[in-house]
Every structure is written in structure tokens, then in C-alpha cells.
């Protein structure tokens, strides 16, 4: 029910930026600075959307709809102007406005801070969901921290990653609005007094000795596309309880204040930057259990008081989808609050419990689940701990109900165990649903990495692959493409990707072809006007941009990729009639500050793209590019462009991906493993318009159980990968270090610390890859084929919609009905 073009005043669109420029610096508009005309702008966009954003939340509170809290600690939204502006219905009108003003859209657009709030694909997924749940007019909350730096900046010195703070809020974010009047206190220490009321029996717990500190949120907008919906994203920001003055002499607690001082500071201060691997540090846990705390408190508050107090129905309206383990706290937090707060037994708050949260895992790297020493969780979370300690033994009951005199099952499934709580058999043990995020992970999940959850409920289990929103990634990033295929086949795919379908009448006709291709080829032309403005480098927009853009993770493989191009680049040298497409191989990633062999990775890219950007004699076949600090924004430029879409991860390690799905929406041809979604991609375009190779993830899952895989015996017997290898230490990419790379080369052919030597597999799937780069090659020599690939490509997309991957948790999950908000 799109509602069509909503009245756009321009006029006085324009007068309100004119004013803001006054109101908020005391300027007229043309001595405003860059950053200065985008907040004018900005805000001006945010009038747009308050009326739509009250008129939202009345008929919530009219309507009483169940409503979803997305609980997740990283929320990668990318520039908000933009995409408000598309999902109003008004960017061509705008931009007008502006033009008539003297101001560029996307020179302002370009002046907005990325808000990175998260590392990678989880805090995307997170980001794009909203987007969905808004335009399919879903009741819903994003719950998260407002981090005061987000995702660090990279930059690239002498072939180094250097990180940077991002400091977001440097300028004010004109989007946020703060909230003052929800603030909650969360706690944390001390230790647990019980008292026991004389009358009625009950046990009250209080907390004593506690240091504390003041949540206060701050709300942004999410805007559904084409309709009145806006939604919140709120994010949580941590103030002292009391602002400390030094020159008070208040005979208050002067430690205990200036420690509950610093733990407000600290608390969200940044973002930890790892992706796939938790770093069990005790500020992260308190993170966690910050935000948690908080949203779960507004939650709760917000039912009763729509409920004349009372909770007992709470799993009716409200539902928790716990974005991997990190919130998961927030099971004994609900407990808690229905328990100590509420007056409910054990049994009425579990029933209410285990009907209200919901866990989605994301990974089955091991690196990657979270488990705190009991050390460390009870003194932290003192309150919390006792009510896991009660979950854990009540589970341990029905484990050995269910398995009598099976010691085994316990020590595989216990909450508690060795000293340490596993926060994914928390989740699983209350959660009323476990998914995972491709058909393979599920999978995988059901049969190896859960298979005990899953044998004793089975019932939880469920499968939601992901998706991405079309209206970012197509219509926003690729305005060229968009207007292309509305063109064709109407607006419909906007909001309903499925229709994209439609595309495929046109693969074959010749005219059609030619203008996809020369889509393709602007935006190369714009992404090569990127590189040399911030990279310096020349690239040929006629090359095959071949791209791998991706958290660095040894699981990713960026080093097959490089590899692969050492052994090109040997192979040219050798045979400098070799006949191949000019390929430009583009890389960008972020490594995890303390991730050394990742860095290493980085490091070597760059090395290698020295080395042969810079040999004249291959005249230009081969060009490498590190794309310097990847994020959304540059992302959308990136996947516009690419001809081909490297999804290289070894088998059963990349849960879905999501880049997968932007590349092919944007017409790429994957190149991967049967891996995450990319199982899904090939069914959907079919075999023949994607480029598979390497090890099942069967095959990888029973070399790990069962060994049998030496890459000495591969390094022994294979001339050109020992070649490739031996250049990572003859210095011939690092000649004032020759050990530079000793590291990656070890994790080639050495067991180290009870690491298999080439854990990823790499050398075992080098000569596989190196084929399908030839296929690539070689398809690529086939103009109209491979037009019709890549508009395949984009035209079979339809099923990696958010949108679908929403209705689906809609549907099976949450049981949420749509409110439509009609505007006066
Ligand atoms: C990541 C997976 C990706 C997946 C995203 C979103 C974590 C823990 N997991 O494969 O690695 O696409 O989650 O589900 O970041």
C-alpha cells in the first residue's frame, strides 16, 4: 500500500534550510561551511519525518500491537540522508531543491559520517532489517549502544593498517533525538542480600554495594519506504548517577562517585572491533548487560503501563530476537525484573520467559562463542549469576530426566560448566526459537555444531536465510541500474523484490544487453574515479573488476585471493603472450585491531600490488587495488561495479554472507565455494551463471574430524604453489624484510599451538580456484553471454530481499501483525 508521492513543498523545503543555517550557526547558507550544509539539510529532512514518526508511535499505543525488539550489540546503518530521503518518496525533489539552492547532493551526502556501530555482515543484517520491518510497517524496535566511536577508520600507510577513532559525533548527529524522560539505571557488584518477608514467606533479593549508572537513550529514525511507518532504532548512552563536582564537600561516598563516574565513561566509549571472535573482556560483558538491562527495563514498563500493571500476558505484545549470544543476558534480565521487580514466581516468570526470547546464531567459528569465566560473571553480575545458577539446574534436571546416567549430555550442554557459562546453551535452553541464517548453516548447526540441543528439541529449531534491502543497495547505491529496471519492469521490485524476476525476458535481446552493460560500465567509471581520488591508483574500467570486499578473516581467504594473483603474475611473467582479459583484483577489509596474521594479509596486498601495478612489462593485465577503510557507503559504490564477486570462504565457515547477495543484485557473477548462502545464490541463478569450486563442507568437516589432510605433501609436489610460497619469504614482495611474511607462510605448512598447518584449506583448494579464475576468463570472452549471466544474476535475486527474510521471522517467529499509520 505504497502511498504515492506525499505532498513535497518545495519551496518550503528550501526555506528551511536557509533557516537552519541561521538557527544553528548563525549564518547565511553560502558562508555555511561543507559539514555545516549538511545538517541544514539534514535537518530539514528530519522535519520531513517527525510528523510521521508521533503519528507512528500513536497508533502503537492506539493499537497495542505485539511489537519486536531486535536486541543487538552492533547496528551498521551507514549514511542515514540518503536512504531517508529515497524511503520518503522525495530524493529527485530534494535534490532539486538543493540544486536550486547551489548545493550538490552528493557532495552533501558525502559529508555525513558513516554511523558504523558495528564490525561487519551481523551489524548490517541488523541495519537492513529495520529498514524491512519499517517498510512492511512491523512494530519494532532496534536496541543497542550508542557508542561514542564506532567501527576505527583505516588507513593505509606503507602497506600497514593504521586504526582511527571515528568520531561520529564530532559534529552533533542531526538524526538523533535524546530522550531523557526514559532513563534507567543499571547495575552492577556488590553482592545479593536476602531477606525474607515474615508474612507472605517470599525471599526478596536485593542488591547491595552496587556501583551504577544512568541509561539514557537517544532515538533514530527508521523509515519505511513509500508509507508513514517510522520506526526507532534506540541506542543507549551511559551517564554518571550523580555528576560528580570536585568542589563539593559533600560527605556523599567521594570513591564510589568518582568510580560510578568512570564506569559511565568507559562503558560505551567504543566498539569492539572484532568480527567472529569475542575478546572476553569484562567491559564488553558490561556492555551487554548495560544495554540489556535498559532495554528490557523500558520494555517492560512500557507493557504495564498499557496493562494496568500487570505482566503476566507480557509474551502477548512483546518479543526479544537476540542478534547472536550478546544479549543474551537479557533471559535472566527479563527473569529478574518479572521476579524481584513484579513479585512472580520462578515458574510464572519462566513460562512468560521462555515464550518472549528468541536466538538467532550467526557463526560456528568456535573463537566466536561466548563463555565467561564464573569468575568474572558473578562478580559482575552478582543478581544475574544466582538466576542463571537456578536455570542451569533446573536444565541439568531435565537433561538427566530426558538421558538418564548420561554424564556425557551434561557436560556437553550445561549452561554452566568448568568453570565457565556458555552464553549460546543460555539462549538455546530459554529461547523459544533457534535459527540459523542460511539452509547450510542450519544445517550444519543441527547436525555438528548443536546436534544435542537439537536431538532434545527439535521443535526450536528453524532456518531464516538472509537477505539485504533492495532499497539501500540497488536503489540508492545504483540509481543508474534502478531507474534501468523501473524502466523495463516498473517500481513493483522496490518493495517487492520477487518481481525483478521479470528482467529475464530481456536477457537475451541484444539492445537490453548492451544497456546493462554500459551501466556496468559507468559505474566502473565511477569507481575508478574513486580509486585514483583515494587510493592514487589507475584502473581500466575496460579490466574485468573482479572483487573481494569483506571483514579479513583466514576463513574469508583474502589470502587464496592473493595468492591466486602471485601465481597469475608468474605465469604472465613467464609467458608474456599468455592471453587473458586485463583482470584489476580489488580488495577491502578491515582487519581486527589485534588480529596479527590478518594484518599480515593486508600488508601483503598491498605489497603485491606494488610490485605489479608498477611492472610496466605486463602491461597493465594485472592491476591490484586495496580499497582503503571499506564501510557501507563506499560498499554501495563497490558492488555497482564489480563483474565479479568473490565468495572464497572455505566450506561450512561463512554462515550466509550478505555481500554475496549486493554483488549479484547488482549483476556480478559469484565466484565461491558451496558455502553460507551461495548454495542458495547458485540454486536461484543456476550453475551455469556462477563459477563454483573448492571442497564441500562435508569434505572439510571430515578432514577436521578425521584429519588426512597434509599441505606439505601439496607444497612438495606443486611447482607453482611452492613458487608462490617460496616468494612469501625470498623477499621478493618485501625486500627490506624478507621475514615479513613468515607468519603467513608458517600457517601454510606448520601445526602451531594445536592449530592445524593451513586450518582454511587453502593450499588443498589453490589449483580448484585457479581453474574457475580461467572460467572466468573464458566466460568473459563471451560478450553476450556474459551479459546474459550477470543480468540473470541480478534478475534471480529476488529471493535475497530482507523483506522475505522478514515475513519469514514474521511468520514463523514473532507473530507480529502490520499497523498501517495513516497521516492527517
Ligand atoms: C556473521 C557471519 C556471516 C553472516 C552474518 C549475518 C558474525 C558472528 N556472523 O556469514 O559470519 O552473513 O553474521 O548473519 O558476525
Redesign the pocket.
Known sequence: MLQRKLKFDKEEFKKAVIGNSKLLYRKNLDEATKQQRFQCVAYAVKDLIMDRWIATHKQYDKEDPKIVYYMSMEFLMGRALGNNMINLMQYDEIKKALEELGLDINEIEDQEPDPALG????GR?AACFLDSLATLEYPSYGCGIRYRYGMFKQEIKDGYQIETPDDWLRDGYPFEIKRPEYRYEVKFGGYVRIEKDEKTGRENFIQQDYRSVIAVPYDLPILGYGNNTVNSLRIWDAEPVVKFNLNSFDKGDYQKAIEEENLAKNLVEVLYPN??HYAGKELRLKQQYFFVSASVQRAVDRYKSMHNGDVSKLYEKVTFQLN?THPTVTVAELMRILMDENGLDWDQAWDITSKTVAYTN??IMSE?LEKWPIELFSRLLPRIYQIVEEINRRFIEEIKAKYPGDQEKIRKMAIIYDGQVKMAHLAICAGYSVNG?AKLHTEILKKQELKDFYEMMPEKFNNKT?GITQRRFLLHGNPLLAEWITDKIGDGWITDLKQIDKLSLYVDDLKAQQEFMNIKYKNKVRLAKYIKENNGIEVDPNSIFDVQVKRLHEYKRQLLNILHVMYLYNKLKTDPTYDMTPRTFIFGAKAAAGYRIAKQTIKLINNVADVINNDESIRGKIKVVFIENYRVSNGEIIFAAADVSEQISTASK?????GNMKFMLNGAITLGTMD?ANVEIVQEVGEENAVIFGLSSDEVIKYENEGGYDPMEIFNNDQDVREVLMELINGKYSDDDPEEFRDIYNSLLNFKDGRRADTYFILKDFKSYAKAQEEIDRRYKDKKGWAKSVMLNTAKSGKFSSDRTIEEYVKDIWKLKKVHVELK
Request: aromatic letters at 0%; a negative charge; charged letters at 15%.
Open positions: 564490525n561487519g555482515g551481523l543484517l568480527d567472529n547472536d550467526h557463526t566466536a541464517v538472509n561463512e554462515a550466509s554472507g550478505t553460507g
